[in-house]
C-alpha cells in the first residue's frame, strides 16, 4: 500500500459541525457504535480529503467528480474494493442525511459508488504460517509495554479471528486468562464467547502485568491503552499498530486479514463448519462458503502431491 490513512483529519471548518449532527442522528437511530464510527468516519476521511484538494469549503460544494476523484484516490493508495464499498455505504448515507435535513442536491444521485466483491469472486488472501510467527517472534522478542502489548494484540487476532471493533472493545473484565476465553460484541450488539490457546493466554497474562503499570488503567477499564496517551486505543489505534507490526517485516497487514486467516486456517485443518459459524459470529452460511474456497483449494494442491496423475507414463 502506497499511503496509510492515519489519524483522521481534526480541522474541518464549518463542515464538523455537520458530521456531529449526523453521528447524532445515528444514534437516535439506535444504529451500533460500530455502524456509527464508520459512517462517521468515512465522512470525516472524506471531508478532509476534500478541504486539502482545495476546491471544497463546504458540503453544498461537493459534486459528483468529488466523490469519483476520491475514490479513484482510495484505489489508487491501495485500499480494497471491500473497504472502498463500506467507505461508501458510509458516505452514502450521509449525503442522504445532508440532503433531507438541509434540502441540498444529494450528489450520490448521480454517483455509482464501487460495488462490494462477490462472495467466491476471490479467494480470500491469508497470513502464511511463516508470516504468522514471524510477526509474533519480532513483537514477544521485547519486554516493554508495547511490545507486550503489541504481541497479545497479534496472538489474539490470529487465534480467535475477531473482528477489529470486537477486539477493541475489550474490557479487562471480558477475559478470562485461566479458562482461555474472552466474551466479545459483534455485528447488531450480540455478544458470544471466543476461545484463545495457551501462547495467547500467556501473552494476554504479560500484557496485563505491565497495563496494571500504566497511568490510564486508574481510570479505565478498557484492555489496550496507547503507550504515551491515557486514553484506550481506538479501532484506527489498533489498525495503525496492527499495519506498523507489519510494515516491520516488510509485509502488507491488516487486522480483517487475520479473520481471513482463522477461518482458513480452521477449515483446512478439518474443523467443523458449524463450530466455525458459531466462533465467527456468522448467522449466514455465505460467508462459510466464501471463506471455505481457500481451504479447499490448499487441500486440493496437497492432495495433488499424494496422487500420482501421471503413473506408469
Known amino acids: 500500500m502506497a499511503s496509510k490513512r492515519g489519524d483522521l483529519p481534526t480541522n474541518l471548518g464549518p463542515m464538523q459541525p455537520y458530521i456531529n449532527s449526523f453521528r447524532l442522528a445515528l444514534q437516535v437511530a439506535e ?49 480494497r474494493q471491500g473497504y472502498r464499498n463500506n467507505i461508501a455505504r458510509g458516505l452514502q448515507a450521509f449525503f442522504k442525511w445532508l440532503a433531507e435535513e438541509e434540502e441540498l442536491p444529494n450528489p450520490f ?31 514477544e522478542s521485547g ?53 484463545f490457546d495457551a501462547k495467547c493466554a500467556l501473552a494476554l497474562d504479560r500484557y496485563l502485568r505491565k ?17 504515551r496517551r491515557r486514553m484506550p486505543m481506538t479501532p484506527s489505534g489498533i489498525r495503525q499498530v496492527i499495519e506498523r507490526r507489519g510494515e516491520r517485516l516488510g509485509l502488507d497487514i491488516h487486522p480483517h486479514l487475520f479473520r481471513h486467516t482463522f477461518s482458513h486456517n480452521w477449515l483446512d485443518e478439518g474443523g467443523a463448519e458449524g463450530d466455525l459459524m458459531e466462533l465467527n459470529g456468522w448467522d449466514s452460511p455465505q460467508m462459510l ?10 487441500r486440493a494442491r496437497r492432495a495433488y502431491d499424494r496422487i500420482d496423475v501421471m503413473r506408469g507414463v
Not at 451500533?32 to 484538494?53: E, L, V
Not at 519486554?143 to 475489550?170: K, M, P, Q, V, Y
Not at 462458503?289 to 490448499?298: N, P, T, V
Request: a positive charge; hydrophobic letters at 40%.
Open 211 to 227: 497495563r496494571a503499570e500504566h497511568p490510564a488503567s486508574r481510570d479505565h477499564d478498557a484492555l489496550w491503552f496507547g503507550v
Open 109 to 139: 444521485k448521480t454517483f455509482k459508488p464501487p460495488p462490494p466483491p462477490k462472495i467466491g469472486e476471490k479467494t480470500p488472501e491469508v497470513i502464511s504460517k511463516e508470516d504468522l510467527r514471524a510477526l509474533v517472534k519480532d513483537a
Open 289 to 298: 462458503r466464501h471463506y471455505g474456497a481457500s481451504a479447499k483449494a490448499a
Open 143 to 195: 519486554r516493554d509495554f508495547e511490545s507486550r502489548r503489541d504481541a497479545a494484540l497479534l496472538r489474539l487476532f490470529a487465534s480467535t479471528g475477531c473482528r477489529l471493533a470486537e477486539i477493541t472493545n475489550l474490557r479487562v473484565g471480558d477475559v478470562d486468562v485461566r479458562n482461555r476465553t474472552a466474551v466479545v460484541t459483534g455485528k447488531g450488539n450480540k455478544t458470544r464467547t471466543v476461545k
Open 31 to 79: 444504529l451500533s457504535d460500530n455502524t456509527m464510527r464508520i459512517y462517521t468516519d468515512a465522512a470525516t476521511w472524506f471531508a478532509g480529503w476534500a478541504i486539502k484538494g482545495g476546491t471544497v469549503r463546504k458540503w453544498e460544494d461537493v459534486n459528483r467528480d468529488h466523490l469519483r476523484a476520491f475514490f479513484i484516490h482510495m484505489q489508487e493508495i491501495g485500499y
